[in-house]
């Protein structure tokens, strides 16, 4: 192994490359080392290349939605062994403490841990990863399936499901899904899991639309500029609104929208990554009786994610348009990022020599 890889590394607000970084090293008994087999560019690292996530120290490497061959283990690890391909979960966490017992892993609350590439260790966007505490949130792939088979379950799946567990959907539940990207996509996919009578898409990119119709993931798709979507909505449920709302951008336009559109007495949650705070009108909607929720994944659901997805009852590869080696990622973060060529997953292979 060569001391040192090239990596995606983060300087600062638009100051984002490959470099040369150290390949990392065994530093505590349970950790592993990864050699990174598939990741993704998220929609989290757009985010933190243009600054809108200020907390995030750097230089940093970034990137955390990956699978991995496992090449070096410490003494205490117990499940994983070397040769196994596994997928793993976007936070590191130690098992052990308060929030880990109550399976809130995100919140971790022991030193070297949190999410890779984000507020933890290094990330994924390179060739070798240290993993730390690796046995508690890396899964075995099972067998018949690829690593781009599960490669989402580590966020967005996750984060999707997430959004649809907090909204608290019912069956024949009519659900509004504001926001068609990869994460809206993989929240539309597991609400259908609960049952609704109806999935409705809401976003500005018709593409987009077309795909979760096409894919089956939604019912119907809205186009805010081609449609007045409240209304239409309301139309739809007998002036009602929508029993639930899942905002899955993080902007104000969506976040007001999809509080517009949840009927009274329903539910909205939100999942997406705000870079600006949202003014919560409670003066017009003290009265509405709704119950919003939000929140970081906490990451509990991977297990059972990758059983629905081997059952046939979950499948993402659609999303995977977009594929190259690590050698090509800047031309990925230029075209995923700036939402090019009807990209909506870009995937990062290994480096090519």
């Known amino acids: 192994m060569a001391d040192t890889q090239k990596a995606l590394l983060y300087r600062g607000p638009g100051q984002y490359a490959l470099e040369d970084v150290p390949v990392p090293k065994i530093a505590h008994p349970g950790d592993c ?41 410490g003494p205490e690890v117990k499940r994983l062994k070397v ?12 098992g052990e403490c308060w929030y880990c017992k109550h399976g809130l892993y995100a919140h971790c609350t022991t030193p070297r841990y949190g999410c890779f590439g984000v507020y933890g260790q290094e990330g994924c966007q390179t060739t070798y990863v240290l993993m730390p505490g690796a046995d508690n949130y890396a899964y075995n792939i099972p067998d018949g399936l690829t690593e781009q088979d599960v490669l989402f379950t ?19 539940d009519v659900v509004a899904v504001v926001g068609a990207g990869p994460v809206g996509m993989c ?28 894919e089956g993931i939604a ?61 919560l009108p409670l ?10 929720g939000w929140g970081f994944v906490p990451m509990n659901k991977m297990p059972e994610l990758i059983n629905l997805i081997k059952q046939g ?17 800047m031309r990925g973060y230029d075209v995923f990022g700036n939402k090019k060529e009807n990209c909506l997953k870009w995937l990062v292979t290994p480096w090519e020599k």
């Not at 998220?42 to 991995?68: N, Q, T």
């Not at 967005?156 to 069956?171: H, P, Q, V």
């Not at 003066?283 to 919003?292: F, G, M, Q, S, Y």
Request: proline share 4%; net charge negative.
């Open 187 to 214: 929240c539309m996919a597991t609400t259908k899991l609960w049952g609704p009578s109806l999935v409705i898409a809401v976003d500005t990119v018709q593409s987009r639309l077309d795909v979760c119709v096409k």
């Open 83 to 94: 040769g196994d391909k596994v997928v793993t979960s976007c936070v590191a966490f130690c």
């Open 283 to 292: 003066d017009k909607i003290w009265a509405k009786n709704i119950k919003l």
């Open 33 to 73: 080392i990864g050699k990174v087999t598939l990741s993704t560019i998220c929609g989290s690292d757009i985010h933190i290349v243009h600054g809108g996530m200020p907390e995030v120290r750097y230089p940093l490497v970034i990137g955390h939605e990956f699978c991995a061959e496992i090449v070096e283990t």
């Open 219 to 279: 019912d119907i798709g809205l186009n805010p500029l081609e449609c007045n979507v409240p209304e239409v909505i309301r139309e739809m449920t007998g002036g009602r609104g929508a029993d639930k709302t899942i905002e899955c951008v993080g902007a104000k336009p969506t976040f007001d929208l999809a509080l517009e559109i949840v009927r009274g007495g329903g539910n909205m949650s939100t999942i997406g990554v705000f870079e600006k705070p949202v003014e």
């Open 154 to 172: 580590g966020d967005i799946l996750s984060t999707g499901y997430f959004g649809a567990e907090n909204a608290d959907i019912k069956i024949n």
């Open 313 to 329: 009852k979950l499948n993402t590869n659609f999303l995977c348009t977009h594929k190259a080696p690590l050698n090509d990622i």
